[in-house]
């Protein structure tokens, strides 16, 4: 059994894994400041005698006897992370260098959630983990972009300078269960806007496209990710590359749900990347992982799950 610390325990992501360290025989620590989690996400987990919840907030230290740190507080949804900017970059900067220095202290592992959204709006596709991206650097995104870059900035240099035992996974586009209605992110809004048969909402001509993961695949991945040897640090793609526009994806919504929504266009936000998606060949190799649940069998799930959300 090992002391797991996860940050942002009570997000979407986090819940999911503190439910599967748990699972493993773990005892966990869900560290969350509930900015864009929910208790609800964690209720199954709160009476169990291995986990415990703190409410904290990770631009401030902290400290406890550790195996191993999972680093996934951040607010991921556009709308959340530019809600308050500065306070995005302190959470992925002072709390990057926070729990790295916990982890430099105790001798623990840490891994670092970091995200397709270091590639920017890339000019390389798909997205191999040597392309530097292509980002802006004072656009209404680069607090979430450039604070995730100067994370993994961080980690590389604890790891150079003192041997910090790091991982850092660049996590592309993930859905599932635990999502929040108001989430914001495009597969949550358009399931959400689907079942109560209201507009959905297309920012741009949706042409712009993604590929999109089921969470329980990623947490698959951040498992084998943890496990491997102290010499093999990442950064690793893990992302399922099946690539849709997000017209094609408010389509397939739409006929999942069996809605009467018409689809609306607005405005294309500043800086939207126009197309992702990843080379997962790294995590082939060294991960021996591949994504198993594709879109089709996933929106399944998410409606099932939103259907009984009581919306
Ligand atoms: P989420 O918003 O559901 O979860 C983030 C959690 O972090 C929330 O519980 C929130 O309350 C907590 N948090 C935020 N700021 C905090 C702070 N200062 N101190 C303590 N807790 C704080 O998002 P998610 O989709 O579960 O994402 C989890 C991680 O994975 C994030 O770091 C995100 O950047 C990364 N990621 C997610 C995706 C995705 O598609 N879901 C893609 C790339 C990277
Ligand atoms: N998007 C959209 N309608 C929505 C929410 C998002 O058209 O209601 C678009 C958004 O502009 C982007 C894509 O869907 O092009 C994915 O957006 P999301 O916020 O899920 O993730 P990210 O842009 O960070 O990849």
């Not at 992925?92 to 970091?114: F, R």
């Not at 599932?176 to 507009?199: C, H, K, T, W, Y």
Request: proline share 5%.
């Amino acid at each position: 059994m090992k002391k797991i610390l996860v940050s942002g325990g009570a997000g979407f992501i986090g819940s999911h894994l503190c439910s599967r360290l748990i699972k493993d025989g773990h005892q966990v620590i869900c560290l969350d400041n509930l900015f864009t989690g929910a208790k609800r996400n964690i209720e199954h987990l709160i009476a169990h005698p291995r986990f415990q919840f703190v409410n904290h907030d990770i631009t401030l230290p902290y400290t406890a006897e550790v195996d191993e740190i999972y680093n996934l507080a951040c607010p991921a949804s556009p709308i959340h992370y530019q809600y308050d900017a500065i306070k995005t970059i302190k959470t992925s900067v002072l709390g990057a260098i926070n729990l790295i220095e916990l982890a430099d202290k105790t001798g623990a592992k840490i891994l670092q959630a970091s995200t397709s959204e270091v590639y920017g709006d890339p000019h390389v596709h798909p997205q191999t983990e040597e392309y530097w991206g292509n980002v802006n650097p004072i656009g209404l995104r680069s607090c979430y972009d450039e604070g995730k870059r100067c994370a993994e900035t961080i980690f590389m240099d604890f790891n150079r300078m003192k041997g910090t035992r790091i991982k850092i996974i660049r996590i592309f586009n993930t859905y599932g269960p635990n999502m929040l209605p108001d989430d914001g992110r495009v597969i949550s809004n358009f399931i959400v806007q689907a079942l109560r048969n209201e507009d959905i909402t297309i920012y741009g001509t949706g042409a712009q496209t993604r590929s999109f993961q089921y969470v329980t695949d990623l947490i698959e991945a951040m498992i084998r990710m943890m496990a491997t040897g102290d010499e093999f640090t990442g950064p690793v793609n893990i992302g399922n590359p099946n690539e849709f526009t997000i017209l094609e994806l408010a389509n397939k919504v739409i006929a999942e749900v069996g809605s009467e929504s018409k689809i609306i266009f607005k405005p294309l936000p500043m800086d939207d990347p126009q197309q992702r998606q990843p080379d997962i060949t790294l995590a082939k190799k060294y991960l021996d992982w591949q994504p198993t649940i594709f879109l089709d069998e996933g929106l399944k799930y998410m409606v099932d799950y939103f259907k009984n959300y009581n919306l």
